[in-house]
């Protein structure tokens, strides 16, 4: 069974820091890219930043250049998300998912992703 789990959301004050987990389990990890997104109340998801386990090349949305940093860890099947420097306009429901191919020019497409978890709020207070 596929599962993405994620992880280390919460509340947090402006120009705070968060990490965000995605425990993946139930496909071949390196063959996979793993993407986050974000969903606020009323607002389309949107991508925030990708990884392609094969060869670690990422991605990141201009909103989020420079105070997010994307990692991953292929012996933990675990992709991370450290978010510094965190705005009020951060604040949504992030998820995680996973991509047959690599990350590429279409990362941003949500429907390139095969399998989501269920999301993580993080909550940034003025």
Known sequence: EVQLVESGGGLVQAGGSLRLSCAASGFTFDDYAIGWF???P???REGVSCISSSDGSTYYADSVKGRFTISSDNAKNTVYLQMNSLKPEDTAVYYCAADDESCGSSWLNV???DYWGQGT???VSS
Request: aromatic share 8%; net charge neutral.
């Open 121 to 123: 709020q993080v909550t």
């Open 42 to 44: 009323g607002k389309e």
């Open 38 to 40: 974000r969903q606020a």
């Open 111 to 113: 429907g390139e992703y």
